[in-house]
């Protein structure tokens, strides 16, 4: 209704009464509503009926688009429906038109390779510190420590293989032997100055020691034992005290790294990445977290990044998973080698260690 018809009704009404100006607000709006239908004269039937006839008016103006929303929420409807409630393979879920995929490059930006001299020695373990350092886990007994521009800050040898790392909250190191020949289950710090000591020793508890990671002041070690408790976690204080065993329940599956994802763990399980989360003191098995199912992937080398994505690697791609744990993109690289760490630094910088011993920086956001 244009803005002179109403002007037209307005001046109609001051001549046709005087009560209609004594009315103020909502109901001013309804009177010149109903003299507009001249459906009533009496002021009181229109008070009465004043509701109806609004409604009445709405449903007319709108009815074109009632219909197509209508329409659009019976197919809406139709589609959850049909859709399956089960997990759903990488195929199905990528799509060029997906606004998620749309934050990320489609193929990674590689700044560096960092060629430190090291040959045949994969590079199992990358974590940040929280002044954005880079501890980098060497399987050559071997560990570096470098700066966000790739340059080493210190080196270390050590006696035993190191294969998964995390950092402590002042940036000292820790590393376990998961299943490196002749590995022990122990829990090794390296301090970013002065020597490495064995922080724990749980070979009392398990045979084998996978992925690690330190939280809230706490250390949480992802163990591989024997039957019945053959895959569980350990809880550990800082001085390398335990305090808590995390079992599986219903069901024992094979895991062999942790992560945190906004402040919440998750266990990894090594076949296919499934997420379980550790709740009510046990690692929940009956539903996985993730709602995309992941093959071919090395869980092993799955981080978090700045925006609680969870990046994985599989062979030479990155997959990516939102934060709802429900959409996922794959940045495809030219990387050597399959990715065997990741991790992203407090610039939103990926880390990427490989099979092949080559260290990588990369860009992987496109915003």
Not at 32 to 40: A, F, G, P, S
Not at 44 to 56: G, H, I, Q, R, V
Not at 346 to 358: A, P, V, Y
């Amino acid at each position: 209704m244009s803005v002179p018809f109403l002007k037209g009704i307005e001046a109609n009404e001051t001549e046709s009464t005087t009560t209609n100006k004594k009315v103020a607000g909502d109901m001013n709006i309804k009177i010149k509503y109903n003299l507009r239908k001249r459906k009533h004269t009496d002021e009181e039937d229109d008070k009465e009926k004043n509701a109806t006839s609004s409604s009445s008016k709405q449903s007319r103006t709108n009815q074109t688009e009632s219909k197509k929303q209508s329409t659009a929420l019976v197919e809406r409807t139709r589609r959850r429906q049909t859709k399956p409630r089960n997990s759903v393979s990488i195929a199905n879920v990528s799509s060029p038109q997906d606004d998620f995929a749309k934050l990320f490059l489609k193929k990674l930006d590689i700044i560096a390779n960092i060629n430190i001299g090291i040959n045949s020695s994969i590079l199992h373990g990358i974590c940040v510190t929280n002044d954005n350092l880079i501890w980098v886990n060497y399987s050559t007994n071997h560990v570096k420590l470098f700066d966000s521009a790739g340059n080493i800050l210190r080196s270390v040898d050590l006696e035993q293989t190191t294969v998964f790392n995390c950092c402590t909250p002042n940036g000292d190191l820790l590393f376990t032997q998961g299943y490196a020949n002749g590995a022990r289950a122990e829990v090794i710090m390296v301090p970013r100055e002065g020597h490495p000591r064995r922080l724990a020793d749980l070979s009392s508890y398990a045979k084998n020691l996978c992925g690690l990671l330190c939280q809230e002041e706490m250390i949480y070690i992802v163990c591989h034992g024997t039957a019945p408790l053959k895959y569980f976690v350990i809880k550990l204080d800082m001085e390398g005290e335990v305090k808590e065993t995390y079992r599986a329940s219903p069901k024992n599956v094979n895991i062999n790294h942790i992560i945190s994802h906004y402040g919440r763990l998750y266990v990894m399980g090594t076949n296919n990445s499934s997420m379980f989360p550790l709740e009510n003191d046990k690692i929940s098995t009956k539903d996985k977290a993730n709602k995309v199912s992941l093959w071919n992937t090395y869980s092993a080398s799955a981080c978090v990044d700045n925006h609680g994505n969870v990046l994985i690697g599989s062979e030479s791609t990155i997959c990516l998973l939102d934060p709802s744990l429900q959409r996922l993109h794959k940045i495809q690289t030219d990387i050597s080698g399959s990715i065997r760490s990741t991790a992203v630094d407090h610039r939103d910088q990926l880390w990427i260690g490989t099979n092949e011993g080559n260290l990588y920086a990369a860009h992987y956001i496109s915003i």
